[in-house]
C-alpha cells in the first residue's frame, strides 16, 4: 500500500459530497410536494452547515473507522461497517505531553471497531514512537504495511530528535472493551495497531469481540445501545539509544484506563 492511498483513505469529505446531497435534496423534493424548490446555492449552504456541525454531521456521511479496516481488509469490509452501528466519539484525553483522540467508534456483527489519532500536546517538543519501530528508523513511514519507498535522506527517530532538541516518546493506545454495568469487561480477541504519519502523529486502531449487542448472557441485541468504552493510554520517553525510560531512578512511564461514553447515532438498515 502507497503512501498516497493511506492518505487518501483520510480525505476529510469526499469529493462527491455536495452531488450527494443535492440528489437526497431533489429526492425529498420530488417525494413531499409541494415543497420549496432547492437551487443548488441553497445545497451549497445546507453542505456548509452539515460542515459546521462537525462530528455528528461528518459520522452520518463518513466513518474513518470504516476507512481504514476497509484499508486493511478491503472494500467489502468498509461497506459492511458501514451499515453498523457508528457512532461519533471525537473526544480528547492528554497524558502527559501526548494527546489521544478517539474519531468514531462502529458495533456490527459482535465485534467492536475503533480508531483516532495520538499528537504531541500544544507545545511539547517531543518526537513520537509507535510501537513497534525502533529510534534509529526512518520516521513517519509505515514500515510493516505494505510496500511503501522510502527516501535515502528520510532522517530516522533519533535524528529527528536530535534536529529539534526533543524528546522522543513512545506512545500506545489499546482497547479493554466494553464495561459491563458491574464494571467487568466484555472483550475478548482484542486486536490493534499503532501506525506513524507523515505529519509525526500516530494513527491507533482497534478491534475486539463482544461488546453492547449482548446483554451479559449471550442473548443477542438486534441494535446497539448507549455504552461505555474502556482504553489503555500509555507513554515513556525513549533515549536516542533506543533505552526504554521505564524503571527508577529515570521512570517518565504515565499509563491510565480512559472510560469514554459511545452513544451510537447511525443503524445500518
Not at 490493534?192 to 453492547?212: H, K, V
Not at 527508577?248 to 447515532?265: A, F
Request: aromatic residues 10%; negative net charge; charged residues 30%.
Amino acid at each position: 500500500m502507497k503512501r498516497e492511498d493511506w492518505r487518501r483513505a483520510y480525505e476529510p469529505l469526499p469529493e462527491d459530497l455536495e452531488r450527494r446531497v443535492c440528489l437526497a435534496l431533489e429526492r425529498l423534493r420530488e417525494e413531499e410536494k409541494p415543497m420549496r424548490k432547492f437551487t443548488l446555492r441553497t445545497a451549497a449552504l445546507i453542505l456548509a452547515l452539515l460542515l459546521a456541525l462537525g462530528g455528528v454531521a461528518y459520522a452520518l456521511l463518513e466513518s474513518k473507522t470504516a476507512d481504514i479496516f476497509g484499508w486493511f481488509y478491503g472494500e467489502d469490509k468498509k461497506q459492511e461497517l458501514l451499515t453498523g452501528d457508528i457512532a461519533p466519539v471525537e473526544q480528547d484525553y492528554r497524558l502527559g505531553d501526548v494527546v489521544y483522540t478517539v474519531d468514531d467508534v462502529i458495533y456490527q456483527d459482535g465485534t467492536v471497531y475503533g480508531t483516532g489519532s495520538i499528537k504531541p500536546a500544544e507545545g511539547a517538543n517531543i518526537v513520537l514512537l509507535p510501537e513497534d519501530y525502533g529510534v534509529n528508523e526512518p520516521a513517519g513511514y509505515l514500515l510493516h504495511y505494505g510496500d511503501e519507498t522510502i527516501p535515502e535522506d528520510a532522517p530516522s527517530y533519533a535524528e529527528l530528535a536530535a534536529e529539534r532538541g526533543a524528546k522522543i516518546v513512545l506512545a500506545r493506545c489499546v482497547a479493554n472493551g466494553v464495561l459491563n454495568e458491574d464494571g467487568t469487561l466484555n472483550a475478548s480477541d482484542i486486536g490493534y495497531a499503532n501506525l506513524p504519519q507523515a505529519d509525526g502523529s500516530i494513527r491507533f486502531t482497534f478491534e475486539f469481540a463482544g461488546g453492547p449487542g449482548e446483554d451479559g448472557q449471550g442473548t443477542k441485541i438486534t441494535q446497539a445501545r448507549r455504552y461505555d468504552l474502556s482504553l489503555y493510554l500509555a507513554n515513556w520517553e525513549v533515549t536516542p539509544d533506543g533505552d526504554w525510560l521505564r524503571e527508577e531512578p529515570d521512570n517518565t512511564w504515565l499509563k491510565t484506563d480512559w472510560t469514554i461514553t459511545v452513544t451510537p447515532v447511525l443503524k445500518g438498515e
